[in-house]
């Protein structure tokens, strides 16, 4: 089988790490990348390791798609993932797009449509369902050793928030930050959240809630089997970035995150677990599963897996859920969350 042309669009702060490790995927022998800033691109290529693919860096989108790339890697600012998708499926190739699909709900259900009358082959950057834990936690219930649960608790709190200028485009915490929590209730209870009551609070950087945001915040999701789910976020976790999930079930419980990284501190006299130290950003926590999706994405455009890649009309199905908590969070009543219709598909 011979070597892959990647195209990269975006290098910034997660666009960086995804050219690291796209350089470095086997089965790929040549990665070009694009940036809005091509300062930004020919610093990002010009880092890369040499003994990895060949890299070199294009004018435009439109230039690195006629270099005949062989699939297309979005990795840009949100609010331009849908003119990027749509120009990769154009093209022919296969897109693999940092999630969300589009700022809300309302502007995926025309990307959706779109993939589905030109036959696209997308897929969208949930990368938790290619983490080690999160995989052990669906087998285990899968297999059924946790029987029914009668819990689930997820949280996911950043060590520190990014810049204010990222959060005022980001659509909200729970767009931001949960949706990754939301994707993977759905993804291993197999159910669907069918009502969301949120709140939020902001005691950080006054500045957050100046562009809108809340730097913490709690959604209380119904299953529709009747299973509760609570899900948290902050942006102000001292302790370091922390990551969980809890399924409590009639039988057992697992515990994803719960390693000697895990940043907490145990209360109990004498416990020396977790012996640190504590994951410290979202990049270190969740580096190997973000290679195995890069890996993942190669197999797919090889025709010989992938899988597990998160299908966009799965990724919609979680950001209707966050768009739900957003709605819930600013009337302070609880929200029903439709069913995904997408004609054509
Ligand atoms: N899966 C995850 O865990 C995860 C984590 C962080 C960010 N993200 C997602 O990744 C995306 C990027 O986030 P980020 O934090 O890296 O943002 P960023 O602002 O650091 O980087 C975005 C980059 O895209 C470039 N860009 C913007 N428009 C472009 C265009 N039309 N063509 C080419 N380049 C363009 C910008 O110049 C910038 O370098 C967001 O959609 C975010 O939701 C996902």
Sequence with gaps: MSELHLGLAGVGRIGAMHAANLATTPGVGRLTLVDADPGRAR???????????????AEDVAALLRSGVDALVVATGTATHPELVR????????????????????????????????????????????????????RAFEAGELGW???VRALTCDAAPPPVAFLATSGGLFRDCSVHDFDVLRWITGREVVEV????????????????????????????????????????????????????????TVVVGMDEAMAARSAEPGTTFPAGPA?????????G??????????????????EDLCRPEDAVAASRVADAAQESLLTGAPVAVRALQVAGA
Excluded: M, W
């Design 149 to 151: 649960l009668h819990a």
């Design 289 to 306: 599963a973000y290679r195995a999706q890069a890996a993942a994405f190669v197999d797919l455009v090889n025709g010989t897996g992938g």
């Design 43 to 57: 610093a990002v290529a010009g880092g890369l390791p040499a003994d990895g693919a060949r890299v070199d860096v």
């Design 87 to 138: 120009a990769g499926v154009d093209a022919g190739v296969p897109v693999l797009c940092e999630k969300p699909v589009a700022p809300d709900v309302a502007l995926s259900l025309p990307v959706l449509e779109h993939v589905a009358e030109r036959g696209g082959v997308v897929r969208i950057g949930h990368q938790r369902r290619h983490d080690a834990g999160y995989r052990e936690a669906k």
């Design 279 to 287: 994951h410290a950003t979202f990049a270190e926590r969740f580096a």
């Design 197 to 252: 009551y949120a709140r939020g609070s902001n005691n950080g950087d006054p500045e957050i809630g100046r562009v809108g945001d809340v730097d913490t915040a709690l959604a209380v999701c119904t299953l529709d089997d009747g299973t509760l789910a609570v899900v948290t976020a902050s942006r102000y976790n001292g302790a370091g970035h922390d990551v969980r999930l809890e399924l409590q079930g009639s039988l057992g």
